[in-house]
């Protein structure tokens, strides 16, 4: 089992719909979870992070974190073209100091 | 803030050379930076953490001697690719955290692109 799981997609969304990605993971003691955003071609991005069960927002984006079944989601509100791009979840995990084990990452295409 | 920058953002280089790469945190201090590569159509892959003042902590697999990691101040690391070959060509990505949380966010600099001819 993979220590950070992503659906790699590609997940296709109309323009205007909500895009949902998930992310699992195996570590029960996990402690803050990231999702970045990664061009083609380009670094990662920070979107935003969460540490406390329940839902985070900020602006479009809503990441939502369970830690009883070890899965954290980012919902994209009102999709644009220009969110098209790799989603990155990143589980900062128990006993790994500041390190972050990354998933493979989820292609989001958003159709016009 | 959080602003990471990398230096240079791409280099081609004949094999057998060494190449440096710098990555420096702008506004912030970073007692900690990571070094990543990626290759096309994958993901990220830790290659090492570099701690300011002591030696850097390799991940399983990755040649220390080969990847030559240098955090001489708290905005300053450099990686070192000696003896390149093209299987080294990849995208260089390296990170920071500013420690402004507990949470241990990192922020990346914008990658380097080599290719080893």
């Known amino acids: 089992q993979k220590e950070v799981e992503q659906n790699s997609g590609p997940l296709s969304v109309p323009e205007g719909a909500i895009a949902s990605l998930n992310c699992t993971y195996s570590d029960r003691g996990s402690q803050s979870f990231f999702w970045y955003r990664q061009y083609s071609g380009k670094s990662p991005e920070l979107i935003m992070f969460i540490y406390s069960n329940g839902d985070k927002e900020d602006g479009r984006f809503t990441a939502q974190l369970n830690k009883a079944s070890q899965y954290v989601s980012l919902l994209i509100r009102d999709s644009q073209p220009s969110d098209s791009a790799t989603y990155l979840c990143a589980v900062n995990m128990r006993g790994t100091a500041s390190k972050l084990t990354f998933g493979t990452g989820t292609r989001l295409q958003v159709t016009l | 803030g959080a602003v990471v920058s990398q230096h240079p953002s791409w280099v081609i280089c004949k094999s057998g050379t060494s190449v440096k790469i710098e990555c420096r945190s702008l506004?912030?201090?970073?007692?900690?930076m990571f070094w990543y590569r990626q290759f096309p159509k994958q993901s990220l892959m830790l290659m090492a953490t570099s701690n300011e003042g002591s030696k850097a902590t390799y991940e399983q697999g990755v040649e220390k001697d080969k990847f030559l990691i240098n955090h001489a101040s708290l905005t300053l690391s450099t990686l070192t690719v000696t003896s390149a070959h093209p299987e080294d060509s990849s995208f260089y990505i390296c990170?920071?955290?500013?420690?402004?949380?507990?949470?241990?966010?990192?922020?990346f600099g914008p990658g380097t692109r080599l290719t080893v001819l």
């Open positions: 990170s920071a955290g500013t420690g402004r949380t507990s949470y241990n966010e990192q922020f």
């Open positions: 506004d912030f201090q970073a007692t900690t």
